[in-house]
């Protein structure tokens, strides 16, 4: 397909498109955040027609769902190569587990904006909010074999776990670790803030932590 503007005639393959525009996507947050992300820049970074995107999304949301989507996608890769099916010892995978939670927001910050910044509604988009579910499916799953390790008597609830968790690396890694200006600076590294928390949380818990 092609179309022309001013004389000059411009094609795309369309079997990249989705993809073009995708990527386009991820280059306006990383430069201006979610809010920088139109649907016309998009389209004009990926050097189509403003109406080509219509095609593939509904609208400027859904493309940004999509785009969130995928960041999820490799977030989970991510979170299961760092706990490695809690070996050696789940603690140690725990913490690691952490540590690639930060990586990844500092590694691929405009997919973390996307995909918690962008304020989309999540019951809007299904694709979004499963593949969210699944990321998080790691921490919960983790958080079970963890607390299996802990004393009977006061062990805690596996979903409190990794909802303490989740909000623990999700602050560090957004107060402390991200890629951009806005980073709060730290006496120490976001990693060593994280473990020294995990550590805390973990010894009241009366998980092994060694």
């Known amino acids: 397909m092609s179309w022309s503007r001013n004389g000059e005639s411009r094609g795309y393959h369309h079997g990249n498109l989705r993809e073009a525009l995708m990527k386009a996507a991820l280059d306006l947050i990383a430069e201006k955040g979610t809010a920088g992300a139109t649907f016309a820049e998009a389209a004009r970074r990926a050097g189509v027609s403003p109406a080509a995107p219509?095609?593939?999304?509904?609208?400027?949301?859904?493309?940004?769902?999509?785009?969130?989507?995928?960041?999820?996608?490799?977030?989970?890769?991510?979170?299961q190569a760092g706990w490695n099916d809690g070996k050696p010892a789940p603690a140690e995978a725990f913490e690691r587990m952490?540590?690639?939670?930060?990586?990844?927001?500092?590694?691929?910050?405009?997919?973390?904006?996307?995909?918690?910044?962008?304020?989309?509604?999540?019951?809007?988009?299904?694709?979004?909010?499963?593949?969210?579910?699944r990321a998080f499916g790691?921490?919960?799953d983790a958080a079970e074999v963890l607390v299996a390790t802990m004393p009977a008597a006061g062990r805690?609830?596996?979903?409190?776990?990794?909802?303490?968790?989740?909000?623990?690396?999700?602050?560090?890694?957004?107060?402390?670790?991200?890629?951009?200006?806005?980073?709060?600076?730290?006496?120490?590294?976001?990693?060593?803030?994280l473990e020294a928390a995990f550590l805390v949380y973990l010894r009241g818990l009366g998980a092994p932590t060694n």
Do not use: C, N
């Open 54 to 79: 219509y095609r593939h999304f509904r609208d400027r949301d859904e493309l940004i769902a999509a785009v969130a989507a995928e960041g999820f996608e490799q977030f989970t890769k991510v979170l």
């Open 156 to 193: 805690p609830p596996a979903l409190m776990v990794a909802l303490h968790t989740w909000a623990l690396a999700h602050g560090v890694a957004s107060l402390f670790g991200r890629a951009d200006g806005s980073r709060r600076k730290l006496p120490m590294t976001p990693d060593d803030l």
């Open 138 to 140: 790691v921490l919960r």
């Open 98 to 133: 952490g540590r690639a939670y930060l990586d990844f927001a500092r590694l691929h910050s405009a997919e973390y904006v996307a995909m918690f910044e962008s304020g989309l509604p999540i019951e809007a988009h299904p694709a979004l909010d499963q593949a969210g579910q």
